[in-house]
């Protein structure tokens, strides 16, 4: 073999291995070393955060998201890694992906929830750097944390956290076929077998054009003042007001429709942009990217609909009504299932306080998972 063979040889491996690196390279971003959520990154992300939340806190004002080198990186392996054709392991599994900014409260009856179904799920967490949490007292959220950057109520930060914790579960695991958006005010309502036979129905005749379940809603009272919280015509020409939606920030996503979140940057501009002071009150971008990038992208592969029970009676200041310990009972359970429409079952219910945990747990095996 002549030299100049050796070198064509050698010079076709080495783009070969470059080319193949990263699909073969696991996934940097999740955090396992030390099984501990991550500490304040620093005083200014402390102070960016400080007072506001994922789910809670002050809207509007200027946003805090940003996008580093570190997530255009990971985006970019999603683009070349992680399409729809990735799942093609059996049997396909679910993501839970949490957004939080404070103790996962709930994670003993989460364990509950998840025992027994390892081999069918995946845990993901984005906690917020700027918060101090303590370590989930279960095993299952152990080493499961997601590199983060500070988050924001009514701020697109809330949207960059969801396409960095769909992106890790996309490139984690390729059986990962749906993937659940909650935050840690989130608990269940039915077993896990339940949700699966939900998601993945024994009828279907493959899992690959199964819809995503997210609130898709046009035509609300509130949506005039929130199309144009950025200004008049921000939006324009990618967003005309006839197409922009609205909806729970809280979904079930199809593999397909992830990669589209987590690879779309054309819509992703315009929602990312801050909205004006005086709209603060109006600016909930999170609610509204979505749905409005799914019902433009593929209205009819979208079932329209929340898996998450939300009580908005009584809401304040955009909070949805926060359950107390003594107002959780089988009735409630019951209740909290049951949607507006015959077609579907609520699986999971939001907004609890800490305080629900004990007498949810002393419910939980005889109500709660069991249907």
């Known amino acids: 073999m002549t030299p100049m063979v050796v070198s064509l040889l050698l010079f076709a491996s080495l783009t070969a291995l470059l080319l193949m690196a990263p699909r073969v390279s696991p996934p940097p971003l999740v955090v396992r070393p030390d099984d501990k959520p991550p500490a304040s990154a620093s005083a200014a992300a402390a102070g960016m955060a400080a007072g506001v939340a994922a789910n809670g806190g002050g809207g509007g004002g200027a946003a805090v998201v940003g996008e580093g080198a570190e997530d255009l990186a990971l985006f970019r392996r999603v683009t070349l890694d992680a399409g729809e054709g990735s799942a093609v392991a059996a049997p396909p599994k679910v993501a839970f992906l949490f ?88 608990v269940p309502l039915h077993p896990f077998p339940r949700l699966y036979a939900t998601l993945f129905p024994p009828a279907a005749a493959h899992h690959h054009r199964l819809p995503s379940y997210i609130e898709v809603l046009a035509g609300e009272p509130q949506m005039p003042a929130r199309y144009v919280a950025r200004g008049e015509d921000a939006m324009l020409p990618e967003v005309p007001f006839a197409r922009f939606r609205v909806g729970s920030q809280f979904f079930a996503l199809a593999r397909r429709h992830a990669v589209l979140v987590v690879r779309e940057r054309r819509l992703w501009r315009k929602f990312r942009e ?80 800490p305080d629900c945990l004990a007498p949810l747990m002393d419910i939980a095996d005889t109500v709660i998972f069991r249907d």
């Open 274 to 353: 801050p909205c004006l002071p005086e709209a603060r009150d109006a600016c909930y971008p999170e609610e509204h990217y979505f749905p409005t990038l799914l019902d433009m992208a593929d209205p009819a592969g979208v079932a329209r609909y929340t898996l998450t029970s939300v009580n908005w009676t009584g809401s304040v200041d955009g909070h949805p009504h926060t359950y107390a310990a003594t107002e959780v009972s089988p009735r409630l359970i019951h209740d909290l299932r049951r949607s507006n429409s015959s077609t579907h079952e609520h699986m999971f219910a939001r907004k609890f306080a």
């Open 99 to 186: 957004l939080t900014n404070s103790d996962l409260t709930f994670a003993p009856l989460w364990e509950r929830f998840f025992a027994g179904h390892a081999h069918l799920l995946n845990i993901y967490v984005h906690a917020d750097p700027a918060s101090r949490l303590l370590l989930p007292p279960t095993p299952s959220f152990r080493g499961r944390f997601v590199s983060a950057k500070p988050t924001r109520r009514g701020d697109p930060s809330l949207i960059a956290a969801a396409r960095r914790l769909l992106a890790a579960a996309l490139l984690d695991d390729a059986a990962n076929a749906y993937f659940a958006l909650l935050s840690q005010h989130c």
